[in-house]
């Protein structure tokens, strides 16, 4: 495995790809579960919720065909719009630079909702008194939710941010393969779909177990760091 001279690029592709997940889409749930938290019409935050949850149950299929369709450079939304305001059309999934972007903003669009679940779960365990006692004090709305409800989820986001740390390495195999095409190849290639193409259709199934026993290995590098470095910050860890 480690002999093969696309093997490093295709690490380097499936590690900053989970990085740039990490970085982006962990914090939306936290966002929307703050947001809804705020909204006192029981009807509005049930249409909100409906509605930011709904994508999660859309395949990832169904979703790189609206993609393909929104993103065409012939018929496309956006570039439709983008010749309006005189810029040329861009072939947006046949471009590198943009495969990673595309990747990370429908993940967010399609889980963010459903992740929110957990957070908003932990916000309804926080005591109300302490909301009381805030505006009490004259604490605005936005001091109480930096000063109570985000301590009061803290140890909540350090359990999940723990253990995407230790699915860093994993970035799915539907939403990557319907987008994947030769042109952004250079990208695109994870370990999932790498193992498929090499370990599956090549008939190469040690190969595409070895890889995933890798993936695995350096989840759990990624996890155990993770862990120590809560206990470092006094925070719970998962042991």
């Known amino acids: 495995m480690f002999g093969l001279s696309d093997f490093y690029q295709v690490f380097w592709n ?26 006192r019409q029981v009807m509005y935050q049930r249409l909100t919720q409906t509605i930011i949850y709904l994508p999660h149950f859309i395949s990832w299929v169904v979703i790189g065909g609206i993609l393909v369709n929104f993103l065409s450079p012939s018929w496309g939304i956006v570039n439709i719009f983008l010749k309006q ?5 861009i072939f947006f999934l046949a471009n590198p630079d943009y495969f990673r972007p595309i990747v990370v903003l429908s993940s967010i669009w399609k889980e963010a909702g459903w992740g929110s679940i957990i957070f908003l779960a932990a916000i309804t365990g926080i005591n109300a008194e302490l909301y009381e006692a805030a505006s009490i004090d004259g604490a605005s709305r936005l001091q109480r939710i930096w000063y109570v409800t985000l301590p009061g989820i803290k140890s909540t986001i350090m359990v999940l941010f723990i253990l ?17 095409n030769p ?38 590098i990624f996890l155990i760091l993770g862990d120590r470095l809560a206990k470092l910050l006094k925070e719970d860890g998962i042991w």
């Open 14 to 39: 499936s590690f900053y790809l989970g990085l740039l997940r990490l970085v982006f889409t962990f914090p939306f749930p936290i966002l929307l579960a703050l947001f809804l938290n705020e909204i």
């Open 85 to 89: 305001l005189g810029i040329e059309p």
């Open 164 to 180: 995407r740390l230790g699915h860093i390495m994993g970035n799915g195999f539907e939403q990557i393969f319907v987008l994947q």
């Open 183 to 220: 042109m952004n190849l250079s990208v695109s290639e994870v370990f999932e779909t790498y193992s498929y193409r090499v370990g599956l259709l090549g008939s190469r199934f040690s190969f595409g177990t070895t890889v995933g026993l890798f993936t695995s290995v350096i989840g759990m």
